[in-house]
């Protein structure tokens, strides 16, 4: 299996010269989209690989990117895989809490950012003794030098993406680089992908693997074009089939609430303009959250084209997919089957009265670890080298995999990964909370959100929601905010103490 695992520097050099002049990123612009070809993006990483050299940088150091969605970050990300840098990418609406406490847990050499990070920020990197790189993005790349660099081996690419895990306390993600662009070639491969004229749309953020994996390297594992846009939005659904359109876009990878969204505006449209956007897609992905079968189908229906359902945690990329061949076959919460690189067992451990399964994982293409913050590798695997996804599942008839549901207390908010237990640490520190309990919850767009349950301090009755809510807004990104606090005098709890969620909901939301 060790065969599978290629170099990208390798890898791309193939694909610069098969493809010299075809486009691999193209940026959505209102006026004039800008298009960077397979040897001009080649010519602008090894630019950028004397970037890194002239700030003393060397291989194995790490870069912090708070960047938005561009073509940059983009550049950025190949040169680091290629020049067998670090990684470490934040959404640039972090807070100021956020991107200090990932500053001393990746301990990046310099840091890229642009105008749209505050000045609070950059005078805390600046602070903290970070080279400091402010660029503009508008494709003119006139912050790199004019010269190239050879190509630099013989250190492992890592690629860090920020987490909190069920703890509360901030973890990093360690990814091998090139094992992320063997995964996508091995996923691509499996799915018999092989078109260079595909094009993907890139509207995932590129802080996650849906940016910069999905949407970033696997594009180029075939050979074909990016269009870049900024993460999808609520507005983003009014102009999708005429972005579709105008770039000729033929692969998307969608997650639940793009789905729902799209379905909620058909009402509006003609059954035939419908039909004729479906027919440009060629290839349709969707996974990051479950979605209900009658969803799909509904889709489906409507735009003539499949979706193809997936299923993966970033720690181990994709393990399971569904295809044309075996969607026939298609149940609820199925998530295809396993791919042939991938090995599965099914764990027994007890949950109330009934016997449920976790789901383990081994591959090729597994994280290396947690990077904790005292510097040491957590590495979760068991002896066998599989990793626990904290997942219910098992195999059915079909040998498809059903997901019956999850171990941990984290969600997925319309594709956004968001650890309940980082929100309760994070309202645990407000000077009125004696204890906070976050609740999943069912959500109509966003597929699962949930609400923040608090006991105020004796001292602190006077303290209302929005006390709570405006310190919950203030130090943590948007899309982590609950749907509502709610103040309770006390929570139900088992004879041992612990917190009965569920009879939190049922109680009182």
Known sequence: MSSLITKFADDFATLVEMHPQNPALVVNAEVDPKIITYQHLDDLINRCLVLFQSKGLKPGDTILALMPNAAETLVAYFTTIKGGYGFAPLSCNSTKRETSRWIDLVKPKLCITTGMVSEDIRADITDKKINLLSIEVNMQFDWLPKEKCPLILGHLPRTYLATSGTTGDPKAMVLDSNRLWSSGLAFTRFHNLRDSSLRFWNYLPMSYLGGLYNLGLIPLCLGGSIVIDE??????????????????????????????????????????????????????????????????????????????????????????????????????????????????????????????????????????????????????????????????????????????????????????????????VLAEQHEAVREAAAVAVKHDFYGESFILFIILKDKYVASSEADISGFIHKNIIQYKWPEKTVIKKEFPRTANGKVMKHLLIEGGN
Request: with cysteine; aromatic share 14%.
């Open 231 to 424: 993460p999808f939005s609520g507005k983003s659904f009014l102009q999708f089939w005429q972005t579709v359109d105008r770039y000729d876009i033929s692969a998307l990878w969608f997650v639940p609430t793009i789905v729902r969204g799209l379905l909620k505006m058909t009402g509006h449209l003609r059954k035939e303009d419908l039909k004729r956007w479906g027919g440009r897609i060629k290839v349709a992905f969707l996974g990051t959250a479950p979605i209900d079968m009658v969803t799909k189908q509904k889709f489906e229906d409507i735009f003539g084209f499949r979706l193809l359902e997936n299923f993966a945690l970033s720690e181990t990329t994709f393990f399971s997919s569904e295809t044309e061949s075996n969607i026939k076959n298609r149940v609820e919460r199925s998530v295809g089957e396993i791919l042939p690189y991938a090995e599965v067992k099914f764990v027994a451990y007890e949950k109330s009265d009934d016997r449920t399964f976790e789901l383990f994982v081994k591959s090729p293409f597994l994280f290396l670890g947690y990077l904790e913050s005292n510097g040491n590798l957590l590495k979760p695997f068991d002896d066998e080298g599989y990793l626990g996804t904290n997942d219910c599942g098992h195999l059915n008839e079909n040998a498809l995999l059903i997901i019956d549901g999850r171990k941990r207390d984290i969600i997925k908010k319309g594709g956004h990964f968001v650890s309940l237990r980082e929100v309760e």
